[in-house]
């Protein structure tokens, strides 16, 4: 079963504009990791955020988290047409090794 | 260092025929982990191996599926008289220890005829 759920289904904005994707989730969790694809195919790895931190920063990419409300989001800034791809958070429900998965938010931007 | 890799890329294969799906973890990788992903979804866990054992193979669907990890490294993916519905995108990952940052390969795309 899918613990996540990602916020919107589908954003199209314009190449520069941000990016922002939400992510509700229903167990406690140890880290939250948001996770980028490109055609239907290997994920890759974007970011891990702990259940102690709040936020955190890798290049143009912010993550929030709040796990009173059990949510994160994704905040890519100044989006570029190579950020034209599926994202999905996962969740480790609580120190366990299996990630859950969202159904992802696809992202399009346009040139 | 190399990522995960994973053969074939793509496999077709008619209903009712065995395919065996391969992974190689990044070096030095102890936890290994299977993945399913239909079209339009997130992927879901199958199976996770600690070294050699598979310490927890709850995500398997039925006893076509099974998974070995002979030498504690490369991880083959077994199904057993393959029915259209297992058709998806098998993903495989790795990483130094379960509570750490799992990394995947490309996955293998069935498509059971």
């Known amino acids: 079963s899918q613990q996540g759920e990602e916020d919107p289904q589908a954003l199209s904005i314009q190449e520069g504009e941000n990016a922002t994707m939400n992510c509700s989730y229903k167990?406690?969790?140890?880290?939250l990791q948001w996770y980028r694809q490109n055609s239907g195919r290997g994920l890759v790895h974007l970011i891990l955020?702990?259940?102690?931190?709040r936020e955190k920063h890798s290049g143009r990419l912010r993550v929030t988290l709040d796990t009173s409300k059990k949510s994160s989001s994704l905040l890519i800034t100044a989006s570029r047409a190579a950020d034209t791809a599926s994202y999905f958070c996962?969740?480790?429900?609580?120190?366990?090794?299996?990630?859950?998965f969202g159904a992802g938010t696809t992202v399009t931007v346009r040139a | 260092g190399a990522g995960v890799s994973q053969t074939p890329s793509n496999k077709v294969t008619e209903k009712g025929k065995y395919v065996e799906l391969r992974c190689d973890p990044i070096?030095?990788?102890?936890?290994l982990y299977w993945y399913r992903q239909s079209l339009g979804q997130g992927p879901e866990f199958l199976i996770y191996?600690?070294?050699?054992?598979?310490?927890?193979d709850s995500g398997l669907p039925n006893d076509r599926f099974f998974a070995v990890r002979p030498e504690g490294s490369v991880s083959t993916l077994k199904i057993q008289r393959t029915e259209r519905g297992d058709s998806a995108v098998y993903l495989c990952?790795?990483?130094?220890?379960?509570?750490?940052?799992?990394?995947f390969g490309p996955g293998t795309r069935l498509t059971v005829l």
């Open positions: 955020i702990r259940s102690n931190e």
């Open positions: 191996f600690q070294g050699t054992g598979a310490a927890d």
């Open positions: 996962a969740t480790d429900g609580g120190g366990d090794y299996k990630l859950s």
């Open positions: 070096s030095g990788h102890t936890a």
């Open positions: 990952a790795s990483s130094s220890s379960p509570s750490d940052t799992q990394y």
């Open positions: 167990t406690s969790i140890n880290n």
